[in-house]
């Protein structure tokens, strides 16, 4: 399964991000999305899974919860925006939520790819919508066999000094 990860939108949905998603199974949005018909686009590529973030309003809300804990492909996900915890670490959320197997956050709009503890997959995507602190928007891509750890990558949307 090759799922598609997006977080920070602030209701931007980047052309870059259809090519980057193009034959996923499954999105799963880090929240701050900004619409909630950003949503039905990203539904045209494949099923998607949200959470809201901090600037997410009611409009969002209303549609998708705070935290989403769910089973995929066998492995048990933590779709958190991070928000909870001022400035999430990989660290402090595997505390938080010590059964995750992968961990899928946002808010930093850093883009993180790591391990914690040998085996808990942290991903947090980057912001996809407008750039922040110079980094270049950008989305993850995690891909799920069974019997195999999950394979992840970042991909860079802009370059690092465009808009």
Same mark, same amino acid.
């Given at each position: 399964m090759r799922i598609g990860i997006i977080s920070d939108t602030h209701g931007l949905l980047r052309p870059e991000v259809f090519d980057a998603f193009a034959g996923v199974d499954l999105i799963l949005h880090a929240g701050d999305i900004g619409r909630p018909d950003l949503l039905v686009?990203?539904?045209?590529?494949?099923? #998607?899974?949200? #959470?809201?973030?901090?600037?997410?309003?009611?409009? #969002?809300?209303?549609? #998708?919860?705070? @935290?989403?804990?769910?089973? @995929?492909?066998?492995?048990?996900?933590? @779709? @958190?925006?991070?928000?909870?915890?001022?400035s999430p670490s990989p660290d402090a959320l595997h505390e938080a939520y010590p059964d995750a197997e992968v961990i899928i956050y946002g808010h930093t709009h850093r883009p993180l790819l790591t391990i914690v503890d040998t085996i808990v997959t942290v991903l947090n995507p980057g912001g996809a919508g407008h750039r922040r602190f110079d980094l270049p928007a950008s989305v993850g891509i995690l891909e799920l066999e069974p019997g195999i750890p999950p394979r992840g990558r970042l991909i860079p949307l802009t370059p690092a000094d465009a808009d």
């Open positions: 686009e990203l539904g045209a590529l494949a099923p #998607v899974l949200a #959470v809201w973030g901090n600037t997410d309003g009611f409009d #969002v809300r209303q549609h #998708v919860p705070e @935290i989403l804990e769910q089973r @995929i492909e066998g492995s048990d996900f933590l @779709i @958190i925006h991070g928000h909870q915890f001022g």
